[in-house]
């Protein structure tokens, strides 16, 4: 059983950064994709980032690249998510998520565990 706490959000304004960690227990994180996805009121939850069990591959949504770092710290069985240049419409709900198999997927039907959410608010 993995559980998985994420932290950082906040409200800050356009143009502004924060950093999303998620701290997840147990001793197997390292086995573990970690992802970002999101979901803005009246959307679907969206993949944002994503790092592989060893973080030798980093995956970005489209709208995010350039602006995102995802990476991750086993020895503190935690992944982040640095954000920049944030725009009003990165508001949402930010989710980790953890893959027992290792590889990223952009579909959320795919993962073993979910976080809380922590909110992100972008005024303009």
């Known amino acids: 059983q993995v559980q998985l706490i994420e932290s950082g959000g906040g409200l800050v304004q356009a143009g502004g950064s924060l950093r999303l960690s998620c701290a997840a227990s147990?001793?197997?994180?390292?086995?573990?994709?970690m992802v970002w996805f999101r979901q803005a009121p009246g959307k679907e939850r969206e993949f944002v980032a994503g790092?592989?069990?060893?973080?030798?591959?980093?995956y970005y949504a489209d709208s995010v690249k350039g602006r995102f770092t995802i990476s991750r710290d086993n020895a503190k069985n935690t992944v982040y998510l640095q954000m920049n240049s944030l725009k009003p419409e990165d508001t949402a709900v930010y989710y980790c998520?953890?893959?027992?198999?290792?590889?990223?997927?952009?579909?959320?039907?795919?993962?073993?565990?979910w976080g809380q959410g922590t909110q992100v608010t972008v005024s303009s």
């Open positions: 998520a953890a893959r027992s198999s290792g590889t990223v997927d952009v579909n959320s039907r795919g993962y073993d565990y």
């Open positions: 147990g001793r197997t994180f390292v086995n573990y994709a």
């Open positions: 790092i592989s069990r060893t973080a030798r591959s980093t």
